[in-house]
């Protein structure tokens, strides 16, 4: 039996795989996110700074 995260590996590289199935039949372009060595300090800069900002909403109704 596959745990949780197991299965959700599987349908996280499914996704990937049907990905560059679709770059590789239309041309389609590809993100390739995890290749791209900016990607870290793009979540940082951007991602990082907008979750921190829902917290603090959400911290503020909740006392």
């Known amino acids: 039996m596959l745990s ?3 299965k959700a ?3 996280w590289k499914t996704s990937i795989d049907k990905a560059a199935e679709l770059v590789a039949k239309y041309g389609y372009f590809e993100v390739k996110q995890f290749e791209n060595p900016h990607n ?3 979540h ?3 991602m ?3 979750i921190v900002e829902v917290l603090d909403h959400l911290r503020l109704l909740f006392h």
């Open 4 to 6: 949780g995260i197991q």
């Open 9 to 11: 590996l599987d349908k």
């Open 40 to 42: 870290p300090e793009a």
């Open 44 to 46: 940082e800069l951007t």
């Open 48 to 50: 990082g700074p907008e």
